[in-house]
């Protein structure tokens, strides 16, 4: 995020975690803040880079109070949807936007908020919806449900009733750099780019990370389990990213009268290649009559081939 967002962002969790009875003071850089409130100890980061919030994620950070050491608790607040932190807690704009509003509420009934951050004691009288209520909701990082279902087998062409399913795909961004020589021929294949494989097929297609969302899916969707794992998707799109980068060289050579031609493929090697994959998921009615017929719950478009592996259903 832009700094003057950041800045923006940061002082609005400021204003919740005080809400919330915490006495909150700046951090040095990358952090944010950190926040203190009886036995809790919170560390606060606001970034939407994905190198940053892993970073963040990996690291643990420790409080002396008296003769002892405690492990503080990590705040992650982004509003890149594509981000993920397993060893902290993580606001995505709906969290943001819900907590700041009920913070809002909080001071006007000059009450003390409680937010869900473990350690905190539940002794406020006033507590943000749902904060300590089980979440029986399943969120996974996916693209939106863009095409209702009466759309969808509108659009199928066939008698049935649509299923929504949400396939696999390992998301990935790619960095190249180096180059290759032969002879007075030299190719550079410095770039940048992105691109999702198929968990289950391994085809691969452009999807655009800025559209992701982890909202809760709908109530008896479908998830299909991937048949590829990470290290095979990396060796499938690090094969896929030499070839497309492959260059073929023709060399000129005068030898007397006659000249030939010489032709080499010069390619990228795969050390210089960097990958960072997420696992997200794509959106699909499923349609079943007397064939199955897919169609791309976020895009509107027909699958050429129906994918019919084992399900979970939530």
């Excluded at 003071?25 to 606001?46: E, G, Q, W």
């Excluded at 950070?61 to 050491?69: D, K, N, P, S």
């Excluded at 499938?236 to 031609?261: C, E, N, P, W």
Aim: include cysteine.
């Amino acid at each position: 995020m832009e700094q003057r967002t950041r800045e923006k962002a940061s002082r609005a969790v400021s204003d919740i975690l005080k809400a919330a009875g915490f006495d909150v003071h700046h951090a040095t850089a990358p952090l944010d803040m950190s926040a203190i409130r009886k036995n809790t100890y919170l560390l606060v980061m606001c970034t939407d880079d994905p190198e940053e919030a892993y970073s963040y994620s990996d690291t643990e950070y420790t409080i002396r109070v008296g003769q002892e050491e405690k492990v503080c608790e990590k705040l992650l607040v982004t509003f890149n949807p594509s981000i993920t932190a397993d060893n902290c807690l993580v606001w995505y704009p709906e969290e943001f936007a819900l907590y700041a509003g009920e913070a809002v509420l909080a001071r006007v009934l000059n009450k003390t908020l409680v937010l869900p951050l473990d350690g905190m004691e539940e002794s406020s009288s006033y507590k943000a919806r749902g904060s300590h209520e089980p979440d029986t909701s399943v969120r996974i990082p996916h693209l939106p449900v863009r095409v209702h279902r009466d759309e969808a087998e509108e659009k199928a062409g066939i008698p049935g009733v649509a299923t929504l399913r949400f396939l696999p795909y390992w998301m990935f961004r790619y960095s190249c750099r180096g180059c290759a020589a032969y002879k007075d021929q030299n190719i550079n294949f410095d770039g940048d780019g992105s691109g999702a494989l198929n968990a289950i097929n391994g085809a691969l297609s452009d999807i655009d990370a800025d559209t992701v969302t982890r909202r809760e899916i709908p109530d008896g969707s479908e998830i299909a389990k991937p048949s590829i794992n990470r290290d095979d998707a990396e060796v499938k799109i690090t094969r896929h990213l030499i070839s497309s980068m492959t260059k073929r060289v023709r060399i000129r050579q005068v030898k007397g009268d006659a000249i030939f031609y010489e032709e080499k493929n010069l390619s990228p090697d795969p050390d210089n290649i960097s990958l960072d994959l997420r696992e997200i998921y794509i959106p699909v009615w499923q349609i079943k009559g007397k064939k199955i017929v897919e169609i791309n719950a976020f895009t509107g478009k027909r699958l050429i081939e129906p994918l019919d592996d084992g399900v979970e259903v939530f």
